[in-house]
């Protein structure tokens, strides 16, 4: 499936790393505990005291010579978690996100646990994802890009509250181990979607989408 037909179905930041406070306790600890000497010591004995920091991988986008590495999970804001207008829109902006995410792992799992199997345009990405990441193939671009999102917070007779989204997409590239396998054009205007999620114990969960203009 195109890009492009991505976006007429679906159309279609990061984890932090601690701020290592064992590590800064461990130090502040050396620091009172070293006993009253000369400077050089007082320097040893901390430097002595402090652990190496472990490094982090480092994030690697992907290109033709292969695939993402380490590539961040989105992490879902508080106001998202909020049954509110300002929480549908930062909801709905979260799981664009997660589409992103999958386009760049071949992972669908965290779009999956968002949306409900009513999401019938999520069915139709997660194919795209199955066969752009199969026989060690993987893909890079189809990033989306939103442009607008709003809502107007009317519930409808079903129980689910609208968001429209406005976005557009890059190209989508194909690579294999043989190397570029094709590309796919995205979109060169703006799409409009309207997307529906309810409001449950668990958090929001998108049940469809749509493409209504593009």
Partial sequence: MSAA???????????????????EAAENRSSSASPSGSASASETATQTATP????????KPA??????ENVPLPVMPELAKEKSKEGLEAFA???YSLINYGYETGDPGPLRAASADTCFACES?????????SENEWMTGAK??????????????????????????????????AGHLGTD???STPAVQLMEAVFT???????????LEM
Avoid at 125 to 133: E, I, M, P, S
Avoid at 147 to 175: H, K, M, R
């Fill in 5 to 23: 037909a991505v976006a007429a179905v679906l159309v279609l930041g990061g984890c932090s790393g601690s701020g290592e406070p064992e590590a």
């Fill in 52 to 59: 190496t920091p472990t490094p982090t991988a480092a994030y």
């Fill in 63 to 68: 290109t033709a010579e292969g695939p993402a």
């Fill in 93 to 95: 902006e979260y799981w």
């Fill in 125 to 133: 990405y997660y194919a795209v994802l199955d066969n752009g990441y």
């Fill in 144 to 177: 989306l890009h939103l442009q607008d999102l709003s809502s107007n917070y009317v519930e409808t007779d079903e129980g689910a509250f609208q968001a429209t989204i406005l976005i557009l997409q890059d190209d989508l590239q194909y690579y294999g181990p």
């Fill in 185 to 187: 054009p995205g979109t």
């Fill in 201 to 211: 114990s668990g958090g929001w969960y998108v049940v469809t989408l749509e493409t």
